[in-house]
């Protein structure tokens, strides 16, 4: 075994190695009876903490219907933000520059912004001048939020999907005599999303962590928020905390697998013709900058 | 127009959101750092822990950490972190909270940039018997920070617009002025816009500048 950094150990290294793992897992085993002794010494490891995670009932009152939300919102989220951002992501290839301008410019604009901020604006606007009734408020203020953002991050990962496609489709599609439309609609588009959809399934990753934040700052009653509820009920904040965020890894775990499974998938059957994006890809192919000048795509965050 | 803003210290939130993703930056970019070199490292087990650890707290939402940082560690386990002030605690446990999570994706890009150092770099290193750190150290890692700029930009951006979550924990930065302002005036379309573009500023010119100079460091090859 031998990578760019080290060569197949001989046998003083392999000694070194085993002398370093055994002082590494000293350090972690230290580590780890450090974090179980403070455990015990808040009595955070009593069985009745922890008793309410493997009956129903904190899961049926609580968890699940959390759960539910999130997913809920992550869902509508996508749903709506995919054709937004596929509309924006054409209009910045569009030939026109006042489009180009345009869409650039909204969709930069909600990139630099937190989505916290948009959550909150959007919260207090519906609150202000809108009928929405203020049970379905928090929901709609998270999608409206989560849509302004992953709409404009979508847009991007659209654009380097059309980008991705080599010339000729184009040229071949305006040679059988195919408009500017067409050649979008029934040439580019449809292996430009199949070039996409690991990225965009790997931003549902992004969309699920970030409706946490409506539970916190808007009382969006998704899986944190049921949380709060679960842990003033049966006293256990540490432990709901360790549940809800392994429920968040297994989630978000099986958006990220199902991503790669897919991405594998799409690069051995070979339909497109333009390469297969990866969510770390889109960074480097994104030319990102404002009105398409300088800058190496490093306006706006990527999965994170 | 702009009256509504007197009585709100909008340039203080906003200072204390310059001082949140200062401070996050630096220490995410040390512990990411150590976290890649063990990533990369020919010691399994380093390599085992570092995986494990990126791919966990990528998945946790920053909510989720912060407000454990919060009322976990400081509320049950009584971690004040040397702060006597509520607020100077909410602050610091705000910053260890955004170091653990960005410090995964600090990781990654260095992991990323490790790759993009050639073969051949590595093996002359080796031949002329430098170890694995001194490989690391002075012929690897310095290429690589150089070809990463670009991506730990993006990470950078990226967190500043994180520190909005410490308003969770009551960590009084630009979200957190901005979710009280907008509660009690009526301007809320203003208000929107003012802290909209206080964030367009902090965001914008750092990706113009580091993009620039990503392209002015880069390795040619």
């Not at chain 1, 150990?9 to 370093?20: H, L, M, Q, S």
């Not at chain 1, 999303?193 to 399934?201: F, G, K, N, S, Y």
């Not at chain 2, 630096?26 to 995986?51: D, E, K, N, Y």
Request: charged share 15%; aromatic share 10%.
């Amino acid at each position: 075994m031998s990578s760019v950094l080290y060569d197949t150990p001989g046998p003083r290294a392999k000694r070194r190695n085993v002398i370093f793992s055994v002082v590494f897992f000293v350090l972690l085993a230290l580590l780890v009876w450090w974090m179980w002794q403070k455990m015990d010494e808040k009595d955070q490891l009593t069985s009745a903490l922890w008793k309410p995670f493997i009956e129903s009932q904190a899961w049926t009152t609580y968890l699940l219907p959390g759960l539910a939300n999130t997913l809920k919102a992550a869902a509508l989220a996508m749903v709506i933000a995919l054709p937004l951002g596929a509309v924006f992501g054409i209009a910045r290839l569009s030939d026109h520059r006042w489009v180009r301008g345009a869409a650039g410019t909204v969709v930069e604009f909600f990139r630099s912004i937190p989505v916290l901020l948009l959550m909150l604006f959007a919260n207090e606007l519906y609150a202000n001048s809108t009928g929405v009734s203020s049970e379905d408020r928090p929901l709609y203020a998270v999608v409206t939020g989560l849509v302004l953002y992953n709409a404009s991050v979508l847009a991007e990962v659209v654009r380097a999907g059309i980008l991705s496609l080599p010339r000729g489709q184009t040229e071949a599609a305006y040679a059988i005599g195919l408009r500017k439309g067409q050649t979008m609609s029934s040439i580019l588009l449809p292996q430009a999303v199949t070039a996409m959809l690991p990225a965009i399934v790997s931003q549902l990753v992004v969309i699920v962590k970030d409706t946490a934040l409506g539970g916190v700052m808007i009382g969006f009653t998704e899986l944190l928020n049921s949380r709060g509820t679960l842990a003033a009920n049966y006293a256990n904040v540490v432990p709901s905390f360790i549940v809800v965020a392994a429920m968040f890894i297994l989630l978000n775990f099986i958006l990220t697998s199902f991503a790669s499974w897919l991405e594998r998938r799409l690069r051995r059957s070979k339909r497109s013709t333009g390469a297969v994006l990866a969510a770390e890809e889109i960074e480097e192919i994104n030319p990102g900058a404002v009105f398409g000048g300088f800058g190496t795509g490093a306006e706006g965050g990527g999965r994170i | 127009m702009f009256d509504f803003l007197e009585g709100y210290d909008v340039l203080g939130a906003f200072w204390m959101t310059v001082k949140l993703t200062a401070l996050s930056a630096v220490g995410s970019l040390i512990w990411g750092t150590l976290l890649a070199g063990m990533r990369v490292s020919p010691v399994p087990l380093m390599r085992g822990f570092a995986t494990v650890y990126v791919n966990i707290v990528r998945n946790i939402p920053l909510t989720v950490i912060i407000l454990f940082s919060s009322l976990g560690l400081a509320d049950v386990f009584g971690m004040t972190l040397g702060a006597e002030d509520f607020k100077v605690q909410g602050f610091r446990l705000a910053v260890l909270g955004l170091i653990a999570y960005t410090a995964a994706f600090v990781c990654e890009a260095i992991r990323s940039g490790i790759n993009t150092v050639p073969l051949g770099q590595a093996e002359a290193a080796r031949a002329i018997g430098l170890s694995f750190s001194q490989t690391l150290t002075l012929i690897v890692l310095p290429q690589a920070f150089r070809s990463v700029i670009g991506p730990l930009a993006n990470v950078l951006i990226a967190l500043t617009k994180n520190t909005t979550v410490a308003a969770a924990i009551g960590v009084a930065e630009a979200a957190y002025l901005m979710k009280s302002m907008i509660e009690n005036e009526a301007q809320t379309l203003l208000i929107g816009a003012v802290f909209a573009f206080g964030f367009v500023v902090l965001t914008l010119p750092t990706g113009l500048i580091l993009g620039w100079f990503s392209k002015r460091l880069a390795v040619k090859r």
